[in-house]
Antibody, heavy 120, light 108 residues
Framework: QVQLLQSGAEVKKPGASVKVSCKASGYAFVGYFLHWVRQAPGQRLEWLGRINPNNGRPDYAQKFQDRVQMTRDTSISTAYMQLSNLTFDDSALYFC?????????????WGQGTLVTVSS | EIVLRQSPATLSLSPGERATLSCGASQSVSSNSLAWYQQKPGLAPRLLIYDASTRATDIPDRFSGSGSGTEFTLTITRLEPDDFAVYYCQHYGASPLTFGGGTKVEVK
């Protein structure tokens, strides 16, 4: 069965960077876009961007363009999301989510979430 | 960027009742690329409906989606105890993908 297993919770100071991993199993990793979505406490879901695991090409939301980096390692079916220059507003639950087939589609499987806390 | 507005913010209903949730888009959603998700506290969203009206795998038929263009609806015909949660709509037809603010379906 499809599974997305994310790395554990992180606590970071303002100005630092965080890197979250997402290990995929149960499907052909290179065949489906992998998205990153976050949710601050009590807030709506927010799309950070996506990566095409086949060629490594990312597609970032403009809001995060300057400080997000999405990469992947196909040898271990793992995607990574790094967010730099963290502020208190970046404290949130970060999810990776597999997209259905095609160029654009909904997210049919999600990771369990990684809690990132920015605290001084 | 397509802005999605969901209403109502909160829906107070009893088990067995019908729930009707709305999602309005700031511009027409191409190819009806609109999905609905259910989310419970601390958990990841669960895909219910995609392409505005197609149920995802293993989703019971009490969940249905309808609409096109800029107005979409999620209907839950007979609420079961497990259905009390927050529901989000999502546009996925082009970047950036966006989500609505959510509708919380709570027990009356």
């Amino acid at each position: 069965q499809v599974q997305l297993l994310q790395s554990g919770a992180e606590v970071k100071k303002p100005g630092a960077s965080v890197k979250v991993s997402c290990k995929a199993s149960g499907y052909a990793f290179v065949g489906y876009f992998l998205h990153w979505v976050r949710q601050a406490p009590g807030q709506r879901l927010e799309w950070l961007g996506r990566i095409n695991p086949n060629n490594g090409r990312p597609d970032y939301a403009q809001k995060f363009q300057d400080r997000v980096q999405m990469t992947r390692d196909t040898s271990i079916s793992t995607a990574y999301m790094q967010l730099s220059n963290l502020t208190f507003d970046d404290s949130a639950l970060y999810f990776c989510a597999k997209m259905t087939s095609g160029w654009y589609g909904p997210n049919d499987h999600w990771g369990q979430g990684t809690l990132v806390t920015v605290s001084s | 960027e397509i802005v999605l507005r969901q209403s109502p913010a909160t829906l107070s209903l009893s088990p067995g009742e019908r729930a009707t949730l709305s999602c309005g888009a700031s511009q027409s959603v191409s190819s009806n690329s609109l999905a609905w998700y259910q989310q419970k506290p601390g958990l990841a969203p669960r895909l219910l409906i995609y392409d505005a009206s197609t149920r995802a795998t293993d989703i019971p038929d009490r969940f249905s989606g309808s609409g096109s263009g800029t107005e979409f609806t999620l209907t839950i015909t007979r609420l079961e105890p497990d259905d009390f949660a927050v529901y989000y709509c999502q546009h996925y037809g082009a970047s950036p993908l966006t989500f609505g603010g959510g509708t919380k379906v709570e027990v009356k």
